[in-house]
């Protein structure tokens, strides 16, 4: 039988303490591994960013990965979502390049591939370079938008503490989010306000005003 190690991450203490968010994660895999008929040995980092890959547990699994193919226990790594794994082309990049070196398979359920296969890794390299594509695009935007407010005199207040991947950030999610979603999104992914609190629906709302207009 198939033995897959299951990786769960969240981003948050409130969520490391909550458990918010693994559940889901656990769950949306234990029922992938039920249809195909695999083991789950599971791997979590709770309240950990996927900026890098210098995450305790993910490295433990991919040390565990990295045993030569004859004294392997384990056939691969599955994530509910990629990003749980990665945000950083770069990084997944690294990590694509092990797992074929090594002969292992990367399972990213949201988008339904297996990197074992030529289709899946595919798919996969290019979800993930339209996704950073897309930050860095919506980055620019917001760092314009902020230098043609200040070059006609608008009062920034406290956004100009506010790093400027976090007001993109807040642009992606409310461009098809509601304000509390917004907010829950923000904060899921350990990003503070310019006074460094948890996001409101209020304080989304004044962010956005000043740099969506």
Known sequence: MTTMIGYLRVSTEEQATSGLGLEAQRDTIQRYAVAHDWDVV???????????????????????????????????????????????????????DLARARKWALVAIDLGVDTSTP???????????????????????????????????????RYSTLPEATGARLLELRAVHSLAATADGLNAEGLTTATGQPWTENSVCKVHKRIGS
């Open 42 to 96: 599971w791997y979590e980092d709770a309240g950990l960013s996927a900026k890098s890959l210098a995450r305790p547990q993910l490295q433990a699994a991919l040390d565990r990965l990295g045993v030569p193919l004859k004294r392997r226990d384990v056939d691969g790594i599955v994530v509910a979502k990629l990003d749980r794994l990665s945000r950083s082309v770069v990084d997944f990049a690294g990590v694509l």
């Open 119 to 157: 289709t899946g890794e595919l798919v996969a390299n290019v979800m993930m370079s339209v996704a950073q594509w897309e930050r860095r695009v919506i980055g620019e935007r917001t760092s314009a938008a902020m230098q043609a407010a200040k070059r006609a005199g608008r009062h920034m207040g």
